[in-house]
């Protein structure tokens, strides 16, 4: 079954301590991106790949790393999570860029306490 | 600015009660417009893209239209089961950025 798949769904942590979610997509997809949705705000994006290799920073990158060494595989890094991204993260994946349908996977809720 | 806002916010109706929803944009150079559908606790998946004024698309009991200014997802005798969150999403520019609104809550009653 073609899919985006995220780890953790849920996660809660606190203040400082390092996480990583990763995401996986099967449709050898070349673009991937990172997106964070809060209540009454559309969509943001975070980062960006457009191939192995590739990243690129979105509207809200600071507090974000990412890293796209596999074309399948895109991690969103927290190196030191504060509160205000305390947020449900979405990863998406399209054939080759933003203007293409894009696939997203399930979500991640993060709560920084 | 550049933006997208859809409304209204939330809508309710009853099953078999048709109505539309609204996606209003300011931009400079319009390269497509795009409509999503979230369940709850899942991410968006896609339903349309549009290109250019005038242009239509259809899919079982929704229809979404394409205007200068705006674009309508029109939704005909609803069933409890297109009870959803639907986003759109505003493609423009000569970087091609991609602009989300924050969403139509669509409650079907049975």
């Known amino acids: 079954e073609a899919q985006v798949t995220q780890n953790p769904r849920y996660l809660i942590t606190v203040t400082g301590k390092k996480l990583t979610v990763t995401c996986s997509q099967n449709?050898?997809?070349?673009?991937m991106s990172w997106y964070r949705q809060d209540p009454g705000l559309g969509l943001r994006q975070i980062y960006y790949?457009?191939?192995?290799?590739?990243?690129d920073k979105g509207d809200v990158p600071e507090g974000y790393k990412v890293s796209r060494k596999e074309k399948r595989n895109f991690p969103l890094i927290l190196e030191s999570p504060s509160p205000n991204q305390t947020s449900l993260y979405f990863c998406?994946?399209?054939?080759?860029?933003?203007?293409?349908?894009?696939?997203f996977g399930p979500g991640t809720r993060l709560t920084v306490l | 600015e550049d933006q997208v806002t859809q409304s209204p916010e939330a809508l309710r109706l009853q099953e078999g009660e048709s109505s539309s929803l609204n996606c209003s944009y300011t931009?400079?150079?319009?390269?497509?417009l795009f409509w999503y559908r979230q369940d709850p606790g899942k991410g968006p998946e896609f339903l349309f893209t549009?290109?250019?004024?005038?242009e239509e698309k259809e899919k079982e009991r929704l229809k979404a239209t394409l205007t200068k200014k705006e674009s309508f997802l029109h939704i005909t005798a609803p069933k409890p089961e297109d009870s959803a969150t639907y986003l759109c999403?505003?493609?423009?520019?000569?970087?091609?950025?991609?602009?989300w609104g924050a969403g139509t809550k669509l409650i079907i009653k049975p």
């Open positions: 998406a994946s399209s054939f080759y860029q933003s203007t293409d349908t894009q696939y």
């Open positions: 449709m050898n997809h070349e673009y």
């Open positions: 790949s457009m191939n192995v290799e590739v990243t």
């Open positions: 931009v400079s150079g319009l390269r497509g």
């Open positions: 549009l290109y250019s004024a005038g």
């Open positions: 999403a505003v493609l423009f520019g000569s970087n091609y950025q991609l602009i």
